[in-house]
Nanobody, 118 residues
Framework: QVQLVESGGGLVQTGGSLRLSCAASGRIFSINAMGWYRQAPGKQRELVATITRGRSTNYADSVKGRFTISRDNAKNTVYLQMNSLKPEDTAVYYC????????????WGQGTQVTVSS
């Protein structure tokens, strides 16, 4: 199994920036894609961005041009740089790891709160 630990959340004003980090440990060799999802109060969890081991990326339309996902395979860490933050970005952000073997359920971190004040 893989353990994921997020950090970097907090309170920021509209237009500000934050960088989230997610450190993976355990059976990291089995990880293919890693990503960030978020869940706002009363809403479903939604995709923010993903990155494969080969560094192919995918972003939600709502964050394109503002957020950047990156991955340091040597450190087993994935990052989410968030710029030009908006109040609607307020949510709990979760790190996710998907495996090369598709039948293995993905792993989730415990979540980190991001709050953007207007």
């Amino acid at each position: 199994q893989v353990q994921l630990v997020e950090s970097g959340g907090g309170l920021v004003q509209t237009g500000g920036s934050l960088r989230l980090s997610c450190a993976a440990s355990g059976r990291i060799f089995s990880i293919n894609a890693m990503g960030w999802y978020r869940q706002a109060p009363g809403k479903q969890r939604e995709l923010v961005a993903t990155i494969t081991r080969g560094r192919s990326t995918n972003y939600a339309d709502s964050v394109k041009g503002r957020f950047t996902i990156s991955r340091d395979n040597a450190k087993n860490t994935v990052y989410l740089q968030m710029n030009s933050l908006k109040p609607e970005d307020t949510a709990v952000y979760y790190c996710n790891a998907e495996y090369f073997i598709a039948t293995i359920p993905s792993s989730w971190g415990q979540g980190t709160q991001v709050t953007v004040s207007s």
